[in-house]
């Protein structure tokens, strides 16, 4: 997938497949548009993000 931002083309990462454990999917950082996290869905509710903030606060983030 592709995408415009401010004129140029962007590559999306694909969906992340959804594991047995969890709905996954790609966000993109909102400080650096070239990189991104993966926020993962359990079943029981809760969420997780690969991103530093969450990584090390175990808080939610943004990403979520």
């Given amino acids: 997938l592709e995408f ?3 004129g ?5 990462p694909p969906p ?3 594991g047995p454990y969890g ?3 790609s966000v993109r950082s909102h400080t650096d548009p070239s990189v991104f996290y993966t926020v993962t869905t ?3 509710g809760r969420k997780t993000c ?3 903030h969450f ?3 175990k808080i939610p983030c ?3």
């Fill in 55 to 57: 990584k090390y606060r």
């Fill in 4 to 6: 415009m931002m401010k």
């Fill in 62 to 64: 943004k990403h979520m």
């Fill in 16 to 18: 992340v497949p959804t």
């Fill in 50 to 52: 690969t991103c530093p």
């Fill in 42 to 44: 359990y079943p029981d």
């Fill in 8 to 12: 140029q083309i962007n590559f999306v």
């Fill in 23 to 25: 709905r996954k999917k």
